[in-house]
């Protein structure tokens, strides 16, 4: 075969699975099942793996998927948790009084506060608390999906502290032989990784410092009376404060503290700052913006199920009491990457799994307890025991975030398989290239030295197909590590372009739609949010791909492995 057709072949399980997920609408517990047996085949019989190590990489996979399902598990259950002892509803009614002004109650709920959640929880649940909240405090339901949904950008990366790197990345190179090679050069992975790290946070502190205001802006042009634009503008220099507050602090830590708090530490500090601001009405708009009256809505807007911002089931919690887990979880998480005793204590508890069926460089290794899951789990213990007397809130949380669980697992079991047999197919019987250095070859071919301004745009389809940062990650970074190589450009960087696609891809991911959409009784009209979505989404990748040709032909960034 000619090397664009095997590049067609190795990219068909891809292709087929957005042909079933977008244009046949089928669910992901369906498409990828689909896809890995197609991977599987094409492994076999075009590339000749052995299937030793098919299978070898099969269990590798597996191996990744119980750390990914672990952290999603600690990430959900202590959120459940807090719902359960009526923390949440105390966070969110602490909102509702601080200004009248519905592009500043946006800004603070979906974009602050969200953000925040997004950096411990990630997976969807920022959009999933936001959009209710919302709701609750008087906006149409449409109107509170666009905003949670809009928020799925900036701080995903960082989401469920720092997986879409920590695993979706890491876990998506080929760190075996791309470790070799950096030794070579007298580097180490660490450093490698730490480098796309600090370019994922500053390319979207740059980029996201304008969300704010375009999420203002959203508001008054698709849910105001006047139907404009400039009344979202007119909130500029509070939505560029916004911007700052969560971006400065954002940047700063990935570069400084790695990936696991950017969105965390971004989400505090901007919480704190904006909030302060807009108590004291500083850079608040003199004129008060809002919708109009409910009884004029279209149906379109609303939601089916009327959402109450007081709880009764559970006992009001005091607001500190209410943020302790939150403060507790994130000293836990920065002590835990900082001190190497504390460290080396969770580290203890490791379970490796080496050149797995004897195939050499095929190795995976769970650490429970120095995995986010273990911190996010043990806080939400401590949580129900400072915040309630009684154990059911911990029956309650566990069963809702199991079941969370096995959907998710049923997909990622298939699909981190999927991806780990395409990575490693580099040893193979047909003495071919891998399966992502195949498809990179044609792809450096056809689009060339303009590669940086689509790289974004291929992790964003990746995320649109998958509905996760972490899983477009998974697929897409060897591809485009490979691509980088090919044009002999900083590969860190194209990797780092590759994960914040796949960040503001989850705004059009329809599977993330639809988690929000159901929380406020909107399912049905997926379609119309999505029309809204794509306007941010642009802006994102555009300006993504311009700072991308930027940084490799103007500032001429490199890295260790630069030809």
């Given at each position: 075969?000619?090397?664009?057709?095997?590049?067609?072949?190795?990219?068909?399980?891809?292709?087929?699975?957005?042909?079933?997920?977008?244009?046949?609408?089928?669910?992901?517990?369906?498409?990828?099942?689909?896809?890995?047996?197609?991977?599987?085949?094409?492994?076999?019989?075009?590339?000749?793996?052995?299937?030793?190590?098919?299978?070898?990489?099969?269990?590798?996979?597996?191996?990744?998927?119980?750390?990914?399902?672990?952290?999603?598990?600690?990430?959900?259950?202590?959120?459940?948790?807090?719902?359960?002892?009526?923390?949440?509803?105390?966070?969110?009614?602490?909102?509702?009084?601080?200004?009248?002004?519905?592009?500043?109650?946006?800004?603070?709920?979906?974009?602050?506060?969200?953000?925040?959640?997004?950096?411990?929880?990630?997976?969807?649940?920022?959009?999933?608390?936001?959009?209710?909240?919302?709701?609750?405090?008087?906006?149409?339901?449409?109107?509170?999906?666009?905003?949670?949904?809009?928020?799925?950008?900036?701080?995903?990366?960082?989401?469920?502290?720092?997986?879409?790197?920590?695993?979706?990345?890491?876990?998506?190179?080929?760190?075996?032989?791309?470790?070799?090679?950096?030794?070579?050069?007298?580097?180490?992975?660490?450093?490698?990784?730490?480098?796309?790290?600090?370019?994922?946070?500053?390319?979207?502190?740059?980029?996201?410092?304008?969300?704010?205001?375009?999420?203002?802006?959203?508001?008054?042009?698709?849910?105001?009376?006047?139907?404009?634009?400039?009344?979202?503008?007119?909130?500029?220099?509070?939505?560029?404060?916004?911007?700052?507050?969560?971006?400065?602090?954002?940047?700063?830590?990935?570069?400084?503290?790695?990936?696991?708090?950017?969105?965390?530490?971004?989400?505090?500090?901007?919480?704190?700052?904006?909030?302060?601001?807009?108590?004291?009405?500083?850079?608040?708009?003199?004129?008060?913006?809002?919708?109009?009256?409910?009884?004029?809505?279209?149906?379109?807007?609303?939601?089916?199920?009327?959402?109450?911002?007081?709880?009764?089931?559970?006992?009001?919690?005091?607001?500190?009491?209410?943020?302790?887990?939150?403060?507790?979880?994130?000293?836990?998480?920065?002590?835990?990457?900082?001190?190497?005793?504390?460290?080396?204590?969770?580290?203890?508890v490791n379970l490796s799994f080496v050149n797995i069926l004897g195939e050499s460089g095929i190795?995976?290794?769970?650490?429970?307890?120095?995995?986010?899951?273990?911190?996010?789990?043990?806080?939400?213990?401590?949580?129900?025991?400072?915040?309630?007397?009684?154990?059911?809130?911990?029956?309650?949380?566990?069963?809702?975030?199991?079941?969370?669980?096995?959907?998710?697992?049923?997909?990622?079991?298939?699909?981190?398989?999927?991806?780990?047999?395409?990575?490693?197919?580099?040893?193979?019987?047909?003495?071919?290239?891998?399966?992502?250095?195949?498809?990179?070859?044609?792809?450096?071919?056809?689009?060339?030295?303009?590669?940086?301004?689509?790289?974004?745009?291929?992790?964003?389809?990746?995320?649109?197909?998958?509905?996760?940062?972490?899983?477009?990650?998974?697929?897409?970074?060897?591809?485009?590590?490979?691509?980088?190589?090919?044009?002999?450009?900083?590969?860190?960087?194209?990797?780092?372009?590759?994960?914040?696609?796949?960040?503001?891809?989850?705004?059009?991911?329809?599977?993330?739609?639809?988690?929000?959409?159901?929380?406020?009784?909107?399912?049905?009209?997926?379609?119309?949010?999505?029309?809204?979505?794509?306007?941010?989404?642009?802006?994102?990748?555009?300006?993504?791909?311009?700072?991308?040709?930027?940084?490799?032909?103007?500032?001429?960034?490199?890295?260790?492995?630069?030809?």
């Open positions: 075969m000619s090397e664009p057709v095997l590049a067609l072949v190795a990219f068909s399980p891809i292709l087929v699975a957005a042909i079933l997920l977008v244009g046949l609408n089928w669910p992901a517990r369906r498409a990828m099942p689909v896809a890995f047996g197609m991977t599987v085949i094409i492994a076999l019989l075009v590339w000749d793996m052995s299937v030793r190590r098919v299978l070898a990489s099969t269990l590798q996979g597996v191996g990744i998927t119980a750390s990914v399902l672990w952290i999603i598990f600690g990430a959900i259950f202590l959120l459940n948790a807090l719902k359960h002892t009526g923390a949440i509803t105390t966070i969110r009614n602490g909102f509702t009084n601080i200004s009248p002004d519905r592009r500043v109650q946006a800004i603070i709920i979906a974009w602050c506060f969200g953000s925040f959640i997004e950096g411990a929880s990630g997976f969807g649940t920022p959009a999933a608390i936001a959009a209710p909240l919302l709701v609750a405090i008087g906006f149409p339901a449409m109107a509170a999906v666009l905003m949670g949904m809009m928020i799925q950008s900036t701080p995903v990366s960082f989401g469920a502290v720092g997986t879409p790197i920590i695993v979706g990345v890491s876990n998506g190179l080929d760190t075996h032989n791309i470790t070799q090679a950096l030794i070579t050069k007298g580097a180490s992975w660490e450093a490698y990784l730490q480098q796309i790290t600090s370019s994922v946070a500053i390319i979207h502190a740059t980029v996201g410092i304008l969300m704010p205001v375009l999420m203002a802006m959203m508001l008054t042009r698709f849910f105001g009376n006047n139907k404009s634009w400039t009344e979202g503008l007119d909130i500029l220099p509070f939505a560029v404060l916004a911007g700052l507050s969560f971006t400065v602090p954002y940047a700063l830590t990935g570069v400084f503290l790695g990936a696991e708090f950017p969105s965390l530490i971004g989400g505090m500090c901007g919480l704190a700052i904006v909030v302060l601001a807009a108590k004291k009405g500083f850079l608040v708009p003199k004129s008060t913006w809002d919708f109009d009256d409910e009884k004029n809505w279209p149906a379109e807007w609303l939601g089916a199920i009327k959402i109450d911002a007081t709880d009764t089931k559970s006992k009001p919690i005091g607001m500190f009491l209410a943020w302790l887990p939150y403060l507790l979880l994130a000293v836990l998480l920065v002590a835990s990457r900082v001190s190497n005793d504390f460290k080396a204590l969770l580290t203890n190795s995976t290794a769970i650490q429970p307890l120095y995995l986010p899951g273990g911190i996010l789990v043990f806080v939400a213990l401590i949580a129900v025991l400072l915040q309630s007397r009684s154990t059911t809130p911990l029956v309650n949380a566990f069963g809702e975030s199991s079941k969370t669980l096995i959907g998710a697992g049923f997909v990622l079991i298939f699909t981190i398989p999927m991806v780990r047999i395409f990575i490693n197919s580099s040893v193979n019987g047909a003495e071919l290239s891998s399966m992502p250095v195949t498809a990179a070859n044609v792809v450096a071919d056809l689009v060339g030295q303009a590669y940086p301004m689509v790289s974004a745009m291929v992790g964003a389809l990746g995320a649109f197909i998958a509905g996760s940062n972490t899983v477009s990650n998974m697929m897409f970074s060897q591809f485009q590590f490979e691509v980088a190589q090919t044009l002999s450009i900083s590969s860190a960087t194209v990797v780092a372009l590759q994960a914040v696609g796949a960040a503001a891809g989850n705004m059009i991911a329809i599977h993330n739609v639809v988690a929000a959409s159901a929380t406020v009784g909107l399912l049905g009209r997926e379609g119309a949010t999505l029309r809204k979505t794509v306007i941010p989404t642009c802006y994102y990748l555009v300006a993504t791909g311009i700072i991308g040709l930027v940084a490799i032909y103007g500032i001429q960034m490199a890295d260790a492995l630069t030809v």
